[in-house]
């Protein structure tokens, strides 16, 4: 599996892709973040992939489908990531005019866009109230493997 599964990064970072498994990876991503594709490599061995521009990239495993990963490179140091009670913390935001966007695992951009929020920042703190997103998840993301197609089924065992 990948560790972590979310990783939000600025634009123009470099993640690393190590495979510390004692069997080879292929890990690729074919989403409108970064599109990438690292081929095999085997244990003990890593690759890295520069996110040079903004948006969310789902990275998967063309050998292990049940492997997957977010990572979304952002142009801002201001967002936050949810706790476990779902709620987040954005601090040293100057004052201005803003827009808040959120971003769920499973729930399509366009659906989330329609969910933003202008928010005007004064000096010290402010609270946006609780927000209720009435979307739900359309649970794990199914996909297909780099090429497009179904993974292909693990061989059953005979014993």
């Not at 890990?27 to 890295?48: C, I, P």
Request: negative net charge; aromatic residues 12%; charged residues 15%.
């Amino acid at each position: 599996m990948f560790v972590p599964h979310l990783q939000v990064i600025p634009v123009n970072a470099v993640v690393q892709f190590p495979n510390a498994d004692p069997f080879f990876h292929n890990v690729f991503s074919l989403f409108d973040g970064k599109r990438f594709d690292l081929g095999l490599y085997e244990a003990g061995s890593t690759k890295s992939v520069t996110f040079s521009r903004e948006g969310v990239s789902y990275i998967f495993c063309n050998i292990h489908p049940e492997m997957s990963a977010v990572v979304i490179a952002l142009s801002t140091p201001f967002y936050a990531v949810a706790d476990a009670s779902n709620s987040f913390i954005i601090r040293s935001v100057p004052p201005g005019d803003y827009s808040l966007h959120i971003w769920i695992e499973g729930v399509q951009l366009s659906l989330l866009e329609q969910e933003t929020r202008r928010v005007h920042i004064t000096s010290g703190t402010v609270d946006l109230g609780q927000m209720a997103v009435p979307i739900s998840r359309t649970g794990t993301m199914s996909h297909t493997n780099k090429f497009g197609k179904p993974y292909t089924p693990a061989p059953q065992s005979t014993y």
